[in-house]
């Protein structure tokens, strides 16, 4: 069983392993974000018409959010 324990990986029994998790980053071409989720980043990610994808990483967790604001102005929507 492993423990997190001050940002790095135990064994359970107190030694280190050795590995360590950023708190974003990509697995298997995914992105995640293992930080507390803020109102900034909630604004970036689900509501940004400056930011022309579609699918933005999300807020808190693995894998892809929508930006809500090209599902609501889809002809404005500009793909680059």
Known sequence: ???????????????ATGRR?????YFAGIP????PPTVERLK???WNPDDSR????????WGYD?????????RGYRKE
């Open 1 to 15: 069983m492993a423990d997190m324990t001050d940002g790095g990986w135990t064994d359970g029994g107190g030694q």
């Open 44 to 46: 970036q990610r689900w």
């Open 54 to 61: 579609l699918f933005t990483p999300r807020v808190w967790g």
């Open 66 to 74: 929508l930006n809500l604001y090209w599902v609501t102005h889809p």
């Open 32 to 35: 995640y974000d293992w930080r």
């Open 21 to 25: 998790t950023e708190p974003q980053g």
